[in-house]
């Protein structure tokens, strides 16, 4: 008789364990397939998001196309020398700065 309730009482912990763990996996599945369903939306979005940039992306590309700085070398050349002597010139006022300061705080020390 000892028996007979022991397994018994085994017998229906298993299937109320069995009940509980089914009734979980069951849920887990359940909010898998809803966030599949909103990785899917989401997907859909991003694709068509995806589609409208690339058709920026290719009108951008005909006007930088148009604007190529490198299409002709003699511009190109012409606007590197204009931009080598701007530098030059930034060049030479911040050397006439430093050495207006340098000279203005020897007169202070000295």
Do not use: C, N, Y
């Not at 397939?33 to 409208?52: I, K």
């Amino acid at each position: 008789m000892l028996w007979f309730t022991v397994w018994t009482v085994l017998v229906i912990a298993t299937v109320v364990g069995a009940f509980f763990l089914g009734r979980d996996l069951w849920r887990k599945a359940r909010a898998l397939l809803d966030e599949l369903g909103r990785a899917s939306r989401v997907f859909g979005a991003l694709s068509a998001q995806a589609a409208d940039l690339a058709e920026v992306a290719a009108a951008l590309e005909a006007v930088r196309a148009a604007r190529d700085p490198f299409a002709d070398p003699v511009a190109a050349r012409r606007t590197r020398a204009t931009v080598r002597g701007r530098v030059a010139q930034r060049r030479t006022t911040r050397e006439e700065r430093r050495r207006a300061m340098a000279e203005s705080w020897r007169r202070f020390t000295h």
